[in-house]
């Protein structure tokens, strides 16, 4: 995100929230992400752009 100028430190954390409240992912026992079906679609329905 740092790379591509696209929030700050301080958003970050706001980010990780918003994609898990969305659906794009979930969050594994260990704390790791895992891709909820959302999260599929959308990169499914990208790449057939």
Known sequence: M???GIGTDA???EHIEKIKTRQYV???EDGRFIPGY???ALVDGYDAM
Do not use: E, N, P, S
């Open 2 to 4: 740092d790379k591509y």
């Open 11 to 13: 958003t970050h954390a």
């Open 38 to 40: 959302l999260g599929l």
């Open 26 to 28: 979930g969050v594994r």
